[in-house]
Every structure is written in structure tokens, then in C-alpha cells.
């Protein structure tokens, strides 16, 4: 699990070096149109595909049409929402592996506090109703909430992994610099924030902890915590092939990062952005932190969107590379050479230079989608949603 100084520098060299690996181009097609900020999107047994507005809406698309009815709406239930730039809302969404059976769908979306913090994150799980047009409202059952002092970094992606457990991100609660008690929040144990979660929702009454999540037992730590030392994680996945969880976290002020995500791993944050010592500047103990496969630079992007690995049948030239994207619009790939990874520009044709990527989806067959907003701002109606295609 240690990687020593010697390693981390050693990729930090390999990850900054000249960019050698070759550009890429791939076509899109539009799936849906007139959505507001998506935030994430799923694909039931059913042949639709259901798209989370930030705003509070699940949109669904079938036979190539968007619905005009929702499948729910939580617009009443959430945290009133900025006009301008924001990070709260209805963030992420699951499907139970069971989906087929029990009809059980998982939610991440933020509430008003009642405890005088600046909201209240909420993971509730929902059923589908009989009819199948509509999420069952009265069905919600809440799984865990938490306490956010500040409106940004609030994780929100939801996933569940190969082992049937669900996996959570939660950022380092917000403001700059994790200025949360002496340590932050990355680094503190003994809270959520910062971290991804990992349990079992199999249970009569909220959730059980994993036998083998790596903290169980231990003093003063959450026994939720899979991993940490997470800034933003906004988005992550599992390999299909290989297993392997991949999370892009947002960096603070000059570098994002990719992380293959380890039980009990430790991402550096608030030690370090990226493979660089933050707080403190110099010096920062890094012999316990486990290094990104890949970092850029503010010049390049300033906030990235986590992706997949492509395992679909449709693009071959992407076969077995991880995409993802900085906000900003700029995509890029990752391919592993040996133990090394190489980083490429990734572009979309047709998308608009400017377009807010802000999330990436996969279908069953492992073909990838990306998800745009044009402008800032939840309530705006010309999000995206575009398949990757030759």
C-alpha cells in the first residue's frame, strides 16, 4: 500500500513529461436535448435511459425521444439553487444490481439543514413504481445524510461496485483549502468528508458496514471509509474489464488529478494537489500517499469530470483507454503502457468548443456518453447528452 519518496517521483517525473501520445478525434451524436445541467445518467432493463437534472428532475429517454414527464421530481425537496455557478442539487444516481427484481434506485441530492450547516447531503433509496412510468415518492427511504458548512465540493457520485456493495464520494466540505479543523477533512478519519464510502444497502433498516472495509475496528475512524485524502472526487467508475475503480478529483488552485482508487489508500489531500505538496508547501510527508496515474495542470483545464474506460465494441480506437475531461470542454484519454500511464487530447467533433462537461455515462454494452451544459447555472435548458460514436 506505501509507495515510497523514490516511486512518487519517479511518476511524478513520468506524468509531467512531454506529451507524446497522439491526439484522438471522436464523433458524437445527440441522445437528448433541452436538459437542465445534467449531473449523471443510467440505463434500466427497459431500453430507456433516465438523466438527472441538477435541478432536481430525472429525465428519461425512449426510443431516441426525450419524455416530457419526469420520473420524479425533487425540486420542492432540495436546497434552494443558485442562478450562477453551482455545485449542489440532484448529483448522482444507482441502480440496484437487482434492479430487474426490486426495482430499487439509489439517489444522492442536497436538502436545507436543520442543523444551521449550509445544507444537508441526503442518499435515499426509491422504488419504481408498478405502473414502471414513474419513481414511487412515497417509497423513499433514507440510507445516510450529511452535514455540509459550505455550497461546494460535495462529491455525490454513486456506484456500485462489482462486489454488489454501493460506493459513495464525498467532498472535503467545501470552501478553500480544507480549512476544517487542524488536519482538514482529507486527512481526518473520523468523518466522511473527503472520502469514498463503501457499504452494504442489503439491509433491514439503512446500511451495514462491510466485514472487510479496511478501518473496521479502528479508534476515532469511520468504518464507512474505502478510501481518502480526497479534495472533490466529481466522478468515478468502475473498470468493467479489469475491476478497477478510476476517480477524477478536483484540484484546488493549479493541478487535477486521476486516481486508481485502493481499499484503505490515502489520495493526499490536503497534503498535496496532485503530486505536489500543498499544505505544507514544501516538505509534506508523501512516503503514505499513494500518487495520481495522471495530473494536469491549471494552463490545461480547471476542473476535471472523471470518465470510464471504454470496453464497448463501437470505437476501437479507444478500446481500453480511460476518457474523461476537464470542465472547460477539453477531453482527454489515459492509456497504460506497462505500469506507466500516457495522457492524450481527446476531441469531440461537433460538440461546442466551450461546452461545461459534466459527467460521463456507460450503457450495458459498454458504450460511453458524455453529458454538457453550455452555460452556468441549474435551471438552464441547454444541457446535452451525446453518444460516442465513430
Not at 451524436?29 to 445518467?41: C, H
Not at 425537496?77 to 430499487?104: C, D, M, Q, S, T
Not at 456493495?165 to 472535503?172: A, E, H, I, Q, T
Request: proline share 5%; hydrophobic share 35%; aromatic share 10%.
Amino acid at each position: 500500500m506505501l509507495i515510497l519518496p523514490m516511486l512518487v517521483a519517479a511518476q511524478k517525473k513520468a506524468i509531467n513529461k512531454k506529451e507524446v501520445t497522439p491526439a484522438i478525434s471522436v464523433g458524437v451524436q445527440v441522445m437528448a436535448s433541452n436538459i437542465q445541467a445534467p449531473t449523471a445518467i443510467v440505463f434500466p432493463d427497459n431500453g430507456q435511459a433516465w438523466i438527472t437534472e441538477q435541478s432536481g428532475r430525472i429525465r428519461v429517454v425512449q426510443q431516441g425521444k426525450l419524455l416530457d414527464e419526469p420520473l420524479i421530481d425533487l425540486k420542492d425537496k432540495l436546497v434552494k439553487l443558485n442562478n450562477g455557478y453551482e455545485e449542489r442539487g440532484l448529483l448522482g444516481i444507482a441502480l440496484h444490481p437487482a434492479f430487474k427484481k426490486n426495482k430499487k434506485v439509489y439517489l444522492y441530492y442536497d436538502i436545507p439543514s436543520v442543523k444551521k450547516s449550509n445544507h444537508t447531503g441526503v442518499l435515499a433509496e426509491y422504488k419504481l413504481a408498478e405502473s414502471g412510468n414513474k419513481i414511487d415518492v412515497e417509497s423513499e427511504h433514507i440510507i445516510l445524510t450529511i452535514e455540509e458548512p459550505d455550497g461546494n465540493h460535495n462529491g455525490g457520485c454513486l456506484q456500485f461496485g462489482p462486489d454488489g456493495y454501493l460506493y459513495v464520494s464525498f467532498g472535503d466540505g467545501g470552501g478553500q483549502g480544507d480549512q476544517h479543523g487542524k488536519i482538514g477533512n482529507g486527512q481526518d478519519m473520523n468523518t466522511w468528508h473527503g472520502k469514498i464510502l463503501r457499504i452494504d444497502i442489503d439491509a433491514d433498516s439503512g446500511y451495514k458496514v462491510p466485514k472487510d472495509n479496511p478501518f473496521v475496528g479502528k479508534t476515532n475512524v469511520k468504518p464507512e471509509i474505502w478510501a481518502y485524502g480526497f479534495r472533490n472526487p466529481w466522478r468515478f467508475s468502475f473498470d468493467k474489464a479489469s475491476g478497477q475503480l478510476f476517480a477524477g478529483d478536483v484540484g484546488q488552485s493549479a493541478w487535477e488529478e486521476v486516481d486508481i482508487v485502493k481499499k484503505g489508500g490515502n489520495y493526499g489531500w490536503r497534503l498535496m494537489e496532485g503530486t505536489h505538496c500543498y499544505n505544507p508547501d514544501k516538505g509534506c510527508k508523501i512516503k503514505e500517499m499513494i500518487a495520481p496515474i495522471a495530473e494536469y495542470h491549471h494552463s490545461e483545464g480547471v476542473s476535471i469530470t472523471g470518465g470510464y474506460v471504454y470496453n464497448g465494441s463501437e470505437n476501437p480506437q479507444i478500446k481500453g483507454k480511460y476518457i474523461f475531461a476537464d470542465w472547460t470542454g477539453r477531453g482527454y484519454y489515459l492509456k497504460q503502457v506497462g505500469s506507466k500511464w500516457t495522457r492524450g487530447k481527446l476531441s469531440f467533433t461537433n460538440i461546442a468548443q466551450y461546452a461545461k462537461i459534466t459527467a460521463f455515462g456507460e450503457d450495458p454494452s459498454g458504450e460511453l456518453y458524455v453529458l454538457i451544459n453550455t452555460d452556468t447555472g441549474p435551471e438552464n435548458k441547454n444541457g446535452k447528452v451525446y453518444k460516442i460514436v465513430r
